[in-house]
């Protein structure tokens, strides 16, 4: 007979959002979002559903939507849950490691996955003007942009867009190696503060998701996805 030591106890190791939030149950999982349940949504519902996704992905337990019925059930206005800065890198698609669906997230991703005033301004549309209640920069290991930043390759263009990511890298180094690409640790130092640093380039730079931020309305997150396993990593501050 269970007495009520027992049962709060399996209160509190129940999920969180299993309790609070009746869109989290398995019979919504397919629901696509909208202003109400977006509206419903708090930051930290936001970061418990990508982190639940990312369970489900590194577990195997995707879940199986009717994508068509959904891009349908869409068509008319979208009202993502969450913003994610990702890396272009074609093993780190944001809808997949973090199993979401059409219409769940918005994705601005670029090799190295920096932000920039264009990017920012995609987030402020996502953020102040979509209602999306998260944004998450994703960077990973082994990435080819922060070694290519790191060994300060010169080819056309991606000069220029490496040349974001130059200053992680000067930050990062210490005494007087050289940095290189080689150096397995190193470069995930790089890749790790060039994802705090995005953080704080959209606060610093975007007055409109700092007001967000301080309200609470809003939170901007860290994460570090590894290659091999898909397991996803959320950075502190
Ligand atoms: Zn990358």
Known sequence: MLNRRMICGCLAAAPLAALTWPAFAEENQCAVFTRERQASVTPADALALLKAGNERFVSGQTVNCDLVKQAAASATGQAPFAAIVGCMDSRV??????????????????????????????????????????????????????????????????????????????????????????????????????????????????PA???????????????????????????DG
């Not at 990435?143 to 000069?159: E, P, Q, S, Y």
């Not at 309305?217 to 994460?223: I, R, T």
């Not at 290659?227 to 950075?235: E, K, N, P, Q, Y």
Request: glycine share 8%.
């Open 93 to 206: 698609p944001p809808e997949l490691v973090f199993d979401q669906k059409i219409g769940d997230v918005f994705d601005a991703r670029i090799a190295g996955n920096f932000v920039d005033t264009n990017i920012l301004g995609s987030l402020e549309f996502a953020t102040a003007v979509a209602g999306a209640r998260l944004i998450c920069i994703l960077g990973h290991n082994d990435c080819g942009a922060i070694k290519g930043a790191i060994d300060d390759v010169k080819f056309g263009n991606l000069t220029a867009t490496l040349a974001n990511i130059r200053p992680v890298v000067e930050d990062a180094s210490t005494g007087t190696d050289t940095p290189t690409s080689k150096d397995a640790a190193f470069v995930q130092k790089v890749a790790e503060a060039n994802v705090r640093n995005a953080a704080r380039f959209i606060l610093d730079n975007s």
């Open 209 to 235: 998701i700092r007001e967000m931020a301080d309200a609470r309305d809003l939170m901007v997150v860290g994460a570090m996805h590894d290659l091999a396993s898909g397991r996803i990593t959320f950075l």
